[in-house]
Nanobody, 120 residues
Framework: QVQLVESGGGLVQPGGSLRLSCAAS????????MGWYRQAPGKQRELVAV???????NYADSVKGRFTIPRDNAKNTVNLHMNSLRPEDTAVYYC??????????????WGQGTQVTVSS
């Protein structure tokens, strides 16, 4: 099976910075795209940022200019660098991978989620 390992969540003060990391392993032929979603209490899960195998990125309007999503294709990892954090960034953050399996099928995978809390 495919496994996504997330790390880097925690508590940070408003205006601070935090970095998340996600590594994919298992029976994956290649990865089409990787990214991050988040879900706050009482809200639907929303896209934060995504990056394709070709390097194209897409960010939510609320995080543009504050977050970046570097990727290491050779290591099947994706990071989320979060700066100038706000209380409204508080949520559970989920790693997302669209993988190409050995049979050629595109399959979505999700991490277990990591809590990010922005509070003073």
């Amino acid at each position: 099976q495919v496994q996504l390992v997330e790390s880097g969540g925690g508590l940070v003060q408003p205006g601070g910075s935090l970095r998340l990391s996600c590594a994919a392993s298992g029976s994956i032929f290649s990865i089409s795209r990787m990214g991050w979603y988040r879900q706050a209490p009482g809200k639907q899960r929303e896209l934060v940022a995504v990056i394709t195998s070709g390097g194209s990125t897409n960010y939510a309007d609320s995080v543009k200019g504050r977050f970046t999503i570097p990727r290491d294709n050779a290591k099947n990892t994706v990071n989320l660098h979060m700066n100038s954090l706000r209380p409204e960034d508080t949520a559970v953050y989920y790693c997302y991978v669209k993988a190409v399996m050995f049979n050629g099928v595109f399959t979505d995978y999700w991490g277990q989620g990591t809590q990010v809390t922005v509070s003073s």
